[in-house]
Nanobody, 126 residues
Framework: QVQLVESGGGSVQAGGSLRLSCSVSGYNYRSYCMGWFRQAPGKEREGVATIGRDGSTSAADSVKGRFTISQNNAKNILYLQMNSLKPEDTAMYYC????????????????????WGQGTQVTVSS
């Protein structure tokens, strides 16, 4: 059984930092793209960052230079380091697995991912 469990969310002021973690079990997460996504109230879920088997990464334009995705292969943990947070980053953040080829144009499309965590809330105040 595949399980993804996020942690690390919370409330911070603008300009602050948070690090999200996603513990993965029951899945050979090296096989396909993994990623972080977010969904704000009343908005569609959107891709934030992805990481491939070879460690290659990508990020949405809105978070480039501020957010960094990484992975600890030995511990099966996915991370999202978020710096210089802005109020518009407020959302529920989800990790996802079993996505498309990470080199494909669809890597940030949430519909293409099969497994999801329950989410962790990030709130940024101005």
């Amino acid at each position: 059984q595949v399980q993804l469990v996020e942690s690390g969310g919370g409330s911070v002021q603008a300009g602050g930092s948070l690090r999200l973690s996603c513990s993965v079990s029951g899945y050979n997460y090296r096989s396909y793209c993994m990623g972080w996504f977010r969904q704000a109230p009343g908005k569609e879920r959107e891709g934030v960052a992805t990481i491939g088997r070879d460690g290659s990464t990508s990020a949405a334009d809105s978070v480039k230079g501020r957010f960094t995705i990484s992975q600890n292969n030995a511990k099966n943990i996915l991370y999202l380091q978020m710096n210089s947070l802005k109020p518009e980053d407020t959302a529920m953040y989800y990790c996802a697995a079993d996505g498309p080829d990470c080199s494909s144009g669809g890597r940030l499309m949430w519909l293409l991912y099969r497994y999801w965590g329950q989410g962790t809330q990030v709130t940024v105040s101005s």
